[in-house]
DNA sequence: CTGTATCCCCAGAGATACTG
DNA sequence: CAGTATCTCTGGGGATACAG
């Protein structure tokens, strides 16, 4: 994995692309970030198409990887809240020109994300809190 | 809070994770943008452990991306440079803040390429410029 | 030197059903 | 609601050999 030229280092990134390089992972972070808090089926939803078992696996990768955190309420019907940790909320301000560059790429392309994006129920706005850290 | 400000919308997101969701997509994109231009066997040494067949494919990816551009001399021996295109050193740059911050989460984590491609910490070595930043 | 051509293999992603 | 439990199955990635 070393390589021993003395020019660049990639070992980070290395361990970075174990991370960002599923298929869902960025996707995930950003809604995450994007929400504060959000749970489960949420998550769900936003992310039309996948599994429960795919997310499922995600999440504790992210778990695990300390990216995100994971508050469950005990109660009926159960809830489970994610956020980022720090460190996620780090990266997802990391990938944040990422997304930047998609959308301008997109944009110039095909624009192939109209409305039917832009109209998703953001903000549940439960309560008076609504500040969004991570979000300009 | 959808709105203009601060709406993130991750369908272009969608895209983007086919072509950066590789796993050596990024690798290779940092690599090309640092070294300006590269070969292909450059390359496959850098990414120590690819095997030829994944980097071509990963390279015609990109080229299909137009992330990198493919420059052929019709030589004896055959030389072959890419380098990034306008996109791809978007893409570059969009990236960056990932490494560094893969950077940083990696040497508080567990400094694990430790020596070898890590020598920065060890004795600076006077005050030249040294090439073993990744992004500077 | 710069790739193709194969073959293989398994991790990852999907679908579905089920449980606490 | 928030996941697990299985099963499948594709395709990305690795290894090796070979070609232009």
Redesign the pocket.
Known sequence: MENNSNHICLCPLEGII?II????AILIISIIGHHGKI????IMQRLD????????????NLQKENLIH?E?FSEI??????SLTDDGKQLCEAVRPLIQWAEKRDSVDKHRCKGSCHDENVAPKRGTQQKNELIT
Do not use: H, M
């Open positions: 174990n390089a599923k298929k869902w749970r489960f089926n949420d198409g996948i599994s429960p078992k795919t997310l499922a696996d995600v999440l504790k994971r469950s019907p159960p809830r489970v809240e994610y």
